[in-house]
């Protein structure tokens, strides 16, 4: 039984007994930090049950618990609200009955699934700071997830039709001069970048000679030469041209490996992929199905649109006039097709930024107005962009801050400042390798992940990889200090006489903290955020620091007092890597 509920159970026998009256609720609060206490009792609300003073209420019921509960072994009362001091004995029962604590805080997984749809990306550009966040984030939501028992599927759809990567084929038609991955020793994904920004260049330089001689700016857009030529192209990709599908496979192909080297980096992984140019013609079925059942309606021009008005939004267009497809078509297409894939499957979290808002709204009321039950749980991971301090990227300019790059960077950073602090002289080169990359990317992690995904972040290289504050590597270098203490000491395991124990205020704190990352696990689940782990496991650290600080581990008077400090400590980090490990990122053993 939780604590809440015995509290509860003894609470209303106490009122019961000392006023003869029946208490339907009891609200708990936690306790205030400049009172002494672990939980709080709030009385105000008993006072339309029980008449009377509510400080004197509050020192009855207080005294009923400390008499009769042997999880209180104390109580203040402050106005209204009654601050109960746990016992020792509570918080070592806890302890000692957490099997293990590698484990603690994950459930085991349900049959209910849902799918969590990240990444997705375009094939004309490698991979970017902006999608690291995305992919970060679903990515962690899904660990969560799984953790608070659900079973989870990884998915993404990759955008590879359309202008922008036949903008990417011609300009390599063009200037490519048979080019490839291994001719030019690099990543297929940022080879083909660099083509569509080779095509960009070379557009706006045809714009602009074109409005030299006389063209408007509209004009000039319209007519450059190299833009209509990547229309037919796309024409003919449409139509099935043997040469131009030959290329675009080709090319998409270079992409695909160089995202999966990317993804390897970051250490994500994915169950299942869909591509846009399977699944582009999917949803016009769907479309007629609804105009039969009066979800869509028909204008004169033959054109189908969705009525949201009722919903505080507007008309949506679901199949264009001449019976092409919208995103919007494919979209709900793509929905239900995924959930023929995954039949066990009762929900969708789609990773996707802010500015996408709009498209979902309409997207989960259409489904829902087609009759999908599964439409009730679809989410939409909405996160704020990611601003650096030199200011906003630009695919088409060549000035994103490109994923693989700052990868490299994040991991020479975290080097620079392991090198200075000097404390791996005795690291191989590998290990110290190996090392700076774990470093590197769990302080990008980290520093990432412990936002609100609503909220912009400014992201600072150097910042996150600081070993102090509220970093990923200040965290690490907490884990891989609690492991040089556990290789000195003796022994972890073994049991202990709980009787013989006294706790130390700072035992005590650790404690309280360790109880609640269960919860936290399935409230960060409840809230698809990654923020609500971080900060717990951060906060997990500074109540270890201060333990530590405080209380002797391995110079402790008393050996079950040596015992049990070690296997707190074991415990705490067996929870930081945990923790980690939701968010994706790697601890080390020593750093």
Known sequence: MQLQEILTAEIKKAVQSIFDANLETVEFQATRKDFEGDITVVVFPMLRTVKGNP???????????????????????????????????????????????????????????????????????????????????????????????????????INDRGIHICKSMLAWQRYGDGETPESSDLKGDKLVGNYYVRFDKEYKKEVSDLQASGKTEDEAKAEAPILKEAQQMLQKWEKGDDEVVALWKKMNGWVYDGFEKTYDALGVDFDSYYYESNTYLLGKDNIEEGLKKGVFFKKEDGSVWCDLTDEGLDEKLVLRADGTAVYMTQDIGTAIQRIKDHPDANGMIYTVGNEQDYHFKVLFLILKKLGYSWAENLYHLSYGMVDLPSGKMKSREGTVVDADDLITEMAQTAGNISEELGKIDDFTQEEKQALYKTIGLGALKYYILKVDPKKRILFNPEESVDFQGNTGPFIQYTYARIQSILRKANSVSGSIDSKAITLHEKEKGLLKQLQIFPETIQLAAENYSPALIANYTYDLVKEFNSFYQNVSILGADHEVEIQFRVQLADAVAKVIKTGFELLGIDVPERM
């Not at 004995?89 to 749809?117: C, I, M, R, T």
């Not at 659900?150 to 998915?155: D, H, R, S």
């Open 55 to 157: 400080v004197q209420i509050g020192e009855s019921i207080g005294a009923y618990l400390v008499d009769n509960v042997e999880e209180v072994s104390k109580f203040n009362v402050v106005k209204g609200f009654l601050n109960l001091v746990l016992s020792d004995a509570y918080y070592l029962n806890f302890f000692s009955n957490v099997s293990d604590f590698s484990s603690f805080g994950k459930q085991p997984q349900g049959k209910d699934a849902v799918l969590v749809e990240y990444s997705s990306p375009n094939t004309n550009k490698p991979l970017h700071l902006g999608h690291i966040r995305n992919i970060l984030l679903g990515y962690s939501v899904a660990e969560i997830l799984k953790a608070s028992g659900k079973k989870t599927y990884k998915t993404q759809i």
